[in-house]
């Protein structure tokens, strides 16, 4: 490249707007080999999100394969700041969940809220080839969102309490009952390994964008994140 052209591109360049500059730089910037397990949540049309997830046999859980899925699931999860998350959403389609709700979940509902929508604690858990047994087919019907529909939530009707059956990080088989919100938690996540979100259960009138009054007062100029950092 001569000189003089350096010049014209330098000037040409200060009158590009940030946005054009950015995508100018990701042209020159390769990249990077992204590999599952993933450090981002997929997104729906992701055709992952619509497969049917395989079970781990026993004899490879504690195998340094499926304990880095399980890993990066735990670091995903803490990422984003979930109270479930499933493998398949990492980008690896196998029957493996984490659930989480705890005191700083909790700060997010107002007591009646907790109160009505039957919101209990549950320190973080890792399930593997869950199975769940349904205990009280009475529905409730509350908000629900998804980090693999990023920015919008619904209404989903789940079922009250069940059981849950699975095997821990080690292995170790387990089986708790649980109710409410952690039921419905379980519900999701369950979903998740079935090819099934949300949006297939919801109420459509109720779907909505969380942040569309944000985009009303900043005149559309508002972006969505897609992972946290
Ligand atoms: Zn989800």
């Excluded at 899925?69 to 670091?75: D, M, T």
């Excluded at 969940?97 to 039957?118: C, G, P």
């Excluded at 858990?125 to 619904?154: H, M, Q, R, W």
């Excluded at 990080?169 to 949300?198: C, P, V």
């Amino acid at each position: 490249m001569k000189l003089n052209t350096l010049n014209t591109n330098l000037n040409q360049f200060r009158y590009l707007s940030f946005k054009k500059v950015r995508t100018w730089y990701a042209k020159l910037v390769p990249p990077r080999s992204i590999k599952e397990p993933y450090r981002h949540v997929i997104q729906i049309g992701d055709p992952r999100l619509r497969t049917v997830s395989e079970g781990v046999p026993l004899n490879l859980i504690t195998t340094p394969e499926i304990q880095l899925v399980i890993n990066q699931l735990k670091v995903v999860f803490k990422k984003y700041k979930c109270v479930g998350l499933s493998a398949t959403q990492i980008g690896v389609p196998i029957r493996i969940f984490l659930m989480e709700f705890n005191e700083k979940h909790a700060t997010a509902y107002s007591e009646q809220e907790r109160n009505v929508m039957d919101i209990k604690p549950c320190p973080l858990k890792v399930v593997i080839n869950p199975e769940i047994k349904i205990l009280d087919y009475t529905k409730l019907v509350f908000p629900e969102a998804c980090e693999s529909v990023k920015g919008f939530y619904a209404d989903v009707p789940r079922y009250r309490s069940l059981n849950l059956k699975g095997l821990d990080e080690n292995g170790k088989s387990f089986s708790h009952d649980f109710s409410g919100w952690l039921a419905r938690i379980i519900q999701h996540e369950m979903d998740h390994l079935n090819g099934i979100t949300y949006i297939d259960l919801m109420d459509r009138k109720t779907f909505t964008c969380g942040c569309w009054n944000v985009i009303n007062e900043h005149g559309g100029k508002v972006e969505l994140p897609y992972s946290p950092d």
